[in-house]
């Protein structure tokens, strides 16, 4: 089997097929196409779930495995699934699309490659050569919004969950469905191209876009202001708005103020590819700034390889995940914060001097889960261990789901610590059941787990069970603590936020601002968008006040490595003093 047919099958395979179809569609043996996927992570949907909410557990996915270092199980305990495939089945947040449909402009290219690959096993290349004559493209997504963690049907489906173009829309038809494959001419490709993203529009019905005025730096913001981490998107755009407030009262950057252009995704992929092209199209920030999530950022990052003759970088995404510090991403982001890799590694060698041995693992299914998975069993395999267990739920899953089964799988196979690659309500659901079930081992979070707003859950848990559930947790942080004042950042942090707002996460928007105000400034009075990026790659040895210079240069786009550990103690995160 050659390279191109397995990647085909992986490709397949993130966009949530069935073995069966996908065995169908590549001539590629289920077995086979299974072991693919489980090499590259990618989780394995049970047949029947398109388009049938009712169909999906709430508490979902769970793996073991074994001590001896072999494969998973075959069959685990709890059948291993995903929610790949609901980017195609939310609309996207825009005010100007119809609620259930995705306007994508301009950017759809890297979206439009990938399908006429599945459909028509045309390579890229030969297609990414075609696209650049085509300037505007239309997609339309006629899937509804499909439920998390409850099984919620959606609005508007086909039943199939497929993506559907115009002209299928308008003909009620399946354009190149389950049809062999035949090798393709030029114009055969620019055919296939223009029936997938439909006819473009005449350039004078074409939006304008928008010009920010002059004495204005406008950046571009996509993240979660709603959804399951709607915490995370808020508390940090707080922080970098208390930042910007301050600068503009005090006359801006070199009389220049700062704009933000918020959009909402909701943690969901497919709205934040689309926000994101709406912003760089029409209205034409400096910089993307801001976004949260490493599922919201991966589907983004073809997108700015796309307009990199724009030059267009996303500066302090919230997120640890690798593709973005890895080539071919890694000249389009610039990253503050730590990776998942050097909190996981953190925490790791945290428990392991406490005297840990066997771990466990409980990980969102998804490229987050898989991010922390490999910095857990990288740091493992450094002192000749592996993690004993691991266990996974679905993203979106709420606070109210049990989490027993995932406890007495990680339980039962007798691990001393887990760790958690997850956000705050799944966690805290699992830390809920687990001392409930007289359960006391540690239980490491990282820093997306958005531990302050967990430990709020946990303690009204606590109140309302009889039970004290905070008790022996520690979490990974890329930021000081908001309570270290003896720090000049942290000080004029703590003088100028909303006491409401106080924590790790809006003290982390902060950061990001006064590193985004310094480049701004040093890009000049008239900033553009390449200078922009010079100036980042200027802030080498730059300290914005809390005693841990930056990182960045022309090579490096990697803003600082160091991680803070947490531990509870009355309900309360305090530092765990460091380690030589």
Not at 230 to 237: E, K, N, P, Q, R
Not at 254 to 266: A, P, S, Y
Request: net charge positive; aromatic share 6%.
């Amino acid at each position: 089997m050659n390279e191109q047919n397995k990647q085909q099958v992986i490709a397949l395979g993130r966009l949530g097929w069935s073995l069966r179809r996908i065995q169908k569609t590549t001539g590629v043996r289920r077995e086979t196409a299974a072991t693919y996927l489980r090499e590259a992570g990618v989780g394995l949907r049970p047949p029947g779930l398109w388009g049938r909410g009712s169909a999906n557990p709430a508490n979902e996915a769970v793996t073991a495995i074994g001590a001896d270092g072999g494969h998973p199980p075959a069959k685990p305990a709890i059948g291993v699934t995903t929610d790949f495939g609901s980017e195609l089945a939310t609309p996207v947040a825009s005010r100007e699309a119809h609620p259930d449909a995705d306007v994508i402009t301009g950017a759809a290219p890297a979206d439009v490659v990938h399908r006429v690959w599945q459909r028509h096993d045309v390579q890229p290349h030969r297609v990414e050569r075609l696209l650049p004559a085509w300037g505007q493209f239309h997609v339309i997504n006629q899937c509804g919004t499909k439920g998390h963690g409850r099984g919620g049907r959606s609005r508007r489906s086909n039943g199939r969950g497929k993506l559907k173009t115009e002209q299928e829309s308008r003909a009620g038809g399946s354009i190149g469905r389950d049809r062999a494959k035949r090798p393709l001419s030029r114009a055969g490709i620019l055919f296939v191209v223009l029936l997938v993203v439909g006819t473009a529009p005449p350039a004078k019905t074409r939006p304008a876009a928008t010009v920010p005025p002059a004495g204005v730096v406008t950046l571009g913001v996509s993240n979660a202001q709603s959804g399951p981490v709607a915490d995370l998107g808020t508390s940090l755009l707080a922080g970098s708005m208390a930042y910007f407030r301050m600068v503009d009262a005090n006359g801006g950057v070199d009389g220049r103020t700062v704009e933000l252009i918020v959009k909402d995704d909701r943690y969901e992929p497919a709205a934040a590819v689309a926000n994101t092209n709406e912003l760089i199209l029409r209205q034409k920030p400096l910089f993307l700034f801001g976004y949260v999530g490493t599922p919201t950022l991966t589907r983004v990052l073809p997108l700015l390889k796309f307009y990199k003759d724009p030059s267009v970088v996303n500066l302090a995404p919230f997120t640890g995940a690798d593709p973005q510090r890895r080539p071919p991403y890694d000249r389009y982001v610039f990253n503050i914060r730590a990776s998942y890799r050097r909190e996981t590694a953190a925490l790791v060698d945290h428990l392991y001097r406490s005297g840990i041995r066997t771990f466990g693992l409980l990980e969102q299914s998804d490229a987050y889960g898989k991010s922390g998975e490999i910095g857990v069993t990288e740091a493992l395999a450094a002192r000749g261990l592996q993690p004993l267990a691991a266990v996974m739920y679905r993203r979106g899953q709420p606070l109210e789901s049990s989490m027993r089964e995932q406890v007495a799988i990680l339980r039962g196979k007798g691990v001393e610590a887990v760790i958690a690659i997850g956000i705050h309500a799944p966690c805290a659901a699992f830390i809920r059941d687990a001392r409930m079930a007289g359960w006391k081992v540690p239980i490491a979070n990282i820093s997306f787990a958005d531990p302050e707003h967990m430990l709020k859950e946990l303690a009204i848990d606590s109140r309302r069970l009889g039970k004290d559930l905070t008790v022996n947790l520690i979490s990974s942080q890329v930021v000081p603590s908001p309570d270290q004042v003896n720090l000049p950042l942290v000080a004029e942090y703590r003088s100028r936020i909303d006491p409401g707002k106080v924590g790790f996460v809006s003290l982390e928007g902060w950061i990001n601002a006064a590193v985004a105000s310094e480049a701004i400034r040093r890009a000049g009075p008239d900033p553009f968008r390449a200078g922009f990026i010079k100036a980042l790659e200027s802030l080498k040895n730059w300290d914005p006040g809390i005693g841990v210079p930056l990182a960045f240069s022309p090579v490096n786009h990697q803003g600082w490595d160091t991680v803070w550990l947490t531990r509870t103690e009355q309900r309360r995160w305090v530092l765990v003093p460091a380690r030589n």
